[in-house]
């Protein structure tokens, strides 16, 4: 790459992470973190009653290379060991405040066996049971759920939903589920 190659990409990682901050929504395309094809999914219609909010419950990221590589990672636990079709969740969002596709969300998640239908998966990468997810990654989520909305992907009416209430899991985490609670369309199950 010419270093004039390189002055554009990091004008524009810069651009993209000040849009971040500033409550805009960054979405990193499947072919962007370099998605595995997804096998045969059971589609839904649009748009969804909910949107159900996880954890990943592992390793979490902070920059662009390592959300992606831990989106990865995730994609191909699930294929390979759980023998999902694709990634579980429709998207994923990173302490980069970056969010990640994951499924379409024309196609059924895969995060609570035989609750998945009419659901909008989200889920934050990490572990969010003894400490929150940053600022910025909560403003990225809420900016998601709008953006779902007027993508026609979640119905303006949509209920707000933890995992946990769909799901026996301590998901999405003991820190992250009652700042949810407060979010706008919270639903008690």
């Given amino acids: 790459m010419s270093c004039f190659g390189n002055v554009v990409s990091v004008v524009v990682a810069f651009?993209?992470?000040?849009t971040a901050v500033n409550g805009e929504l960054s979405i990193v395309s499947r072919a962007d973190w370099?998605?595995?094809?997804?096998?045969?999914?059971?589609?839904?219609?649009?748009?969804?009653g909910r949107a159900v909010i996880a954890h990943t419950a592992g390793r979490s990221c902070n920059d662009d290379e390592s959300c992606a590589e831990q989106v990865r990672n995730i994609q191909a636990y699930q294929i390979t060991r759980m023998k999902y079709s694709d990634i579980s969740y429709h998207y994923l969002?990173?302490?980069?405040?970056?969010?990640?596709?994951?499924?379409?969300?024309?196609?059924?998640?895969?995060?609570?066996?035989?609750?998945?239908?009419d659901s909008l998966a989200i889920a934050f990468i990490g572990n969010f049971n003894d400490e929150a997810p940053t600022?910025?990654?909560l403003a990225a989520a809420q900016s998601l759920l709008e953006h779902a909305v007027s993508q026609g992907q979640l119905a303006a009416d949509y209920k707000l939903l933890g995992h946990r209430q769909v799901s026996a899991t301590?998901?999405?985490?003991?820190?992250?589920?009652?700042?949810l609670e407060k979010w706008p369309h919270w639903g008690t199950n």
């Fill in 15 to 18: 651009i993209v992470t000040l």
């Fill in 34 to 48: 370099r998605a595995r094809p997804p096998g045969e999914m059971t589609p839904m219609e649009l748009p969804l």
């Fill in 93 to 117: 969002i990173g302490g980069n405040a970056r969010v990640y596709e994951g499924r379409s969300p024309s196609q059924q998640g895969a995060i609570a066996a035989g609750n998945n239908a």
């Fill in 135 to 137: 600022d910025s990654a």
């Fill in 170 to 179: 301590k998901s999405p985490g003991d820190a992250l589920y009652p700042l």
